[in-house]
């Protein structure tokens, strides 16, 4: 296998020998139009015909949970085996391009954070959306909000006891500068939730200009992923699914499941000058 050191620029696109792990403002910007439009044409469909007023009938009955709209966000439960290694109240959370859904609103049934933030480029489009966790916790003052990118917020290193970030990295700008900064801003003894789709070349051949691929430019594998957390992390949970058990089988050879605490190491700075 080849190793991750060549880096160059091919159509706005920074690659290693086998990985997209970043790209161009300007493509960043496409994918965010593509993300925004998508969902906001999902809320549309699903109001049709009354189907809200409808939705909150039977949530008044006990049938459906009150907030409409899932992401994959019980598959994701299912695979970090219901959030129960986390403990039932922590001080301050957060979830990283939390996206219309959230999947704070699964771990909230396990895991109580006193003060939660929820931080997306969308979320000020996502809590507009009704009959969903963004919006009433929003609404009722229960969730701090924030727009930026996860490579330009302004959280404090060491800040979160957890910190939260699934089905994130193929639609940031700089995939390696956000895994710096979501490790940074985790404090010792805090936890971080990863879960990610991963792709290999042949993958990427596969898929390449199929339909929604727009909204998904950043292609990362297992291997990239593990060089920032194996010795930053006790591991709390940490699986590859295999290709037949993921999602997305034509598309991802693999997903990437993992929770752990972060180690109380001393900073050092990369190459580049971050701390990590």
Known sequence: MPTLTAREIKDGKQVTEKYIIKISRERWEMAQ?????HWVKTQKMRAKYGKNIIWKFIALLGLKSKYRGDDWNYWWKRQFNDYNFLPEVIENAI?????????F??????CVPKHLFLSDPLIRTYVNFKQTFVSEMYRK???????QTIEEFPFAPDYFDLCVMINVLDHVQDAELCMKNAINITKPGGILIIGQDLTDEEDMHRIEGAEGEVGHPIKIGHDWLDKFIKRKFESL???????EEGRAPIAHYGTYIF????LNYKK?????????
Do not use: F, H, M, Q
């Open 105 to 110: 609103r699964l771990i909230i049934e396990r």
């Open 268 to 276: 050092t700075k990369d190459s580049d000058g971050i701390k990590v």
């Open 259 to 262: 929770a752990g605490k972060k």
């Open 141 to 147: 003052g229960l969730c701090i909000i924030d727009d």
């Open 33 to 37: 139009e593509w993300e925004r439009e």
């Open 95 to 103: 979830e990283l391009g939390c996206g219309p859904y959230t999947n």
């Open 237 to 243: 949970i940490y699986k590859i699914l295999p290709r």
